[in-house]
Structure formats: structure tokens, C-alpha cells
């Protein structure tokens, strides 16, 4: 009889820091499950490969990314491991001295949007527009500077993309633009609500919005395959976020990158600011889908439950 042949090491990409750093660096493993790790400081041509050519078995990814690759047919399902969540209330950078000197007044104009229209950033800095300013989205033309992910996707008609080659924050600069999404800090452009970690601190406080902005993939059919992967998985990402958090507590001022310093500060608000699992996420994860709905990148929302593998334990540590 011939042996059955060995199972081969399971592909995961993720970030190289934060919460999935120790599976990374190889701290922290799956116990009799060998995993080949390969890892990236810029994560969205990791999404890309991943969304367009199944490219690994595990993925980490942008939150939007997966829900708009599913409603496209791709076969994907998620764990409820949430390893990177943001404040974007700066996310919305305009010049000092522009037309714009309140969210409303971007209605009716032109607005860049760091790569493509579903990017995770975007979505979130046009929610607080549209929950917290009472901005009318669809009354924005929205100007890319690059493609979506998934590829079939596309846009709302008041979507328009970026001249080839165009410098988003010239383009703001120069007043071809009159504000920007998701560049970062990009001096002299400031962002367009004024404090904007005193204003996401004050929304975290009022009712725990800290939004989602990564989660991690596999592709469906290995879960039909392997489900016993699930629940291990799970495990290996909670182990590696616990010994994060560990490390951000006592961790000096001058190591920790910007992320670090959001996670933080919302540790001292919430305790665990990465907490995995659906129930303790469903009011932002509810959000998050109802947004995309609202802003044209799925026509009818799915259930969360039809976007997490089956299989999850009941209590994630």
C-alpha cells in the first residue's frame, strides 16, 4: 500500500508587526501544524494576490476587500481575528488656507482617494462624514488614484479616477483637488476635523467605535477540507495578540510605530483594544456593513454570519 502523502506547510501572509508579529518572527506556531509565513511591510499587493489568485491559504486583509471579493464569487471565509483596527477621523487632509473648512462644504466637490474607492480607510473616513457631519456621500465625486483590488468591482458613477501619474497631495495642493483620503500625514495639508485623535478618543468613549480595519482570510475550500484548522488557527492568532499586548503595555514611547500608538491608547479606554471574536464585534462589524451598502460597494449586505467559518469557539482569548 502506499502512505498517504504529507500534508504540505500551510502559506500565510501577513503584516510584519502588531498583533501578528510573533507568528512572524516564530514565537508563536500551531502545535504539529507546520506554516510557512511570508511577510510584508506594504500589505495591499499581498491583498491583491490573494483576492485575484488564491495566492496563500491564510491571508491577512482589508476588511472591505474581503466582504466586496465575496459578494464577487471569491472563496473566501473569514476568522473572527481582527489584527489591526485604526482611528480615521484624520484621515481627511485638506489645505489650510482652501475652500473647505467643514465636512459639509465637500459636498459638491472633488475629493482624492488614496488607491481605489473600497480601500478600508475610506470607507471608514466617509462613514464619520456621513454619521457624525451629516455629509451626503453621494453628492462627492470621489477621484482614485489607483484600481480596486477585485478586479470585477465597479464603482459608482461618481467615482472617477486621477489623471495617470497625478501626486495626490499635489493634486490637493494645487486646488485641482480639494481635499484627500488615506494619504497619511502629507505636509502642508491638514486634516480637515480639527483634533482628530481627541475627536476618535471622544466617539470611542461615547459609544466603543474603533474601527476594523484588517481580518484574516482563508480560502474556503481548504476549510471544507481541514475545519479541524479553524478553531487551531484561532488559537495561534489569539496566542500571538496576547504576547502584543504584553509588549505594548511596557514597551517605550520611541518603539512603538503608529499603530502601536492607537492601539495604546485605546487600550487604556477599552482593555483589550483587539478583541477577536463575532459577538464582541458585531455592532462595528454591523456598521462597517451597512456602509458599504451605503456607499455602492455591495448592493444588498450579507449576514456576518455567512462571512465567518462555521466552526469558531465560543470564547476567544
Known sequence: MCSAMPERPLSIALGTGGATRAIVDGSVAMPGVEIDVA????LPPVFR???????????????????????????????????????????????PDGPVGDPRALERRRVGVNRGYTVTTGVWARAILQQEHGVGLDRITWVTTGDEHVAEYEPPANVVSAPPGGDLAALVSSGLLDAAVGLGAAAPLVPLIPDPIGAALTRLRGDGF????????????????????????????????RAYL?????????????????????MAELGDPLP??????RDILSQLLDQIARQHIVDQPPTLEALFASNIPNTIQ
Open 39 to 42: 511577510s510584508a511591510a506594504r
Open 49 to 95: 494576490r490573494m483576492v485575484r489568485e488564491a495566492a496563500f491559504d491564510v491571508c491577512e486583509m482589508a476588511l472591505t476587500t474581503f466582504v466586496c471579493a465575496r459578494a464577487h464569487g471569491k472563496d473566501l471565509i473569514a476568522l473572527p481575528v481582527f489584527p489591526v483596527r485604526g482611528f480615521h477621523h484624520g484621515a481627511i487632509l485638506v489645505r
Open 210 to 241: 474603533f474601527p476594523i480595519n484588517h481580518v484574516i482570510v482563508t480560502r474556503g475550500a481548504l476549510v471544507a477540507e481541514r475545519p479541524e484548522l479553524v478553531p487551531e488557527l484561532i488559537a495561534m492568532f489569539a496566542a500571538a495578540k
Open 246 to 266: 504584553h509588549w505594548l503595555r511596557d514597551a517605550d514611547e520611541a518603539d512603538l510605530t503608529p499603530s502601536d500608538r492607537i492601539s495604546r491608547l485605546a
Open 276 to 281: 477577536y471574536g463575532v459577538e464582541r464585534n
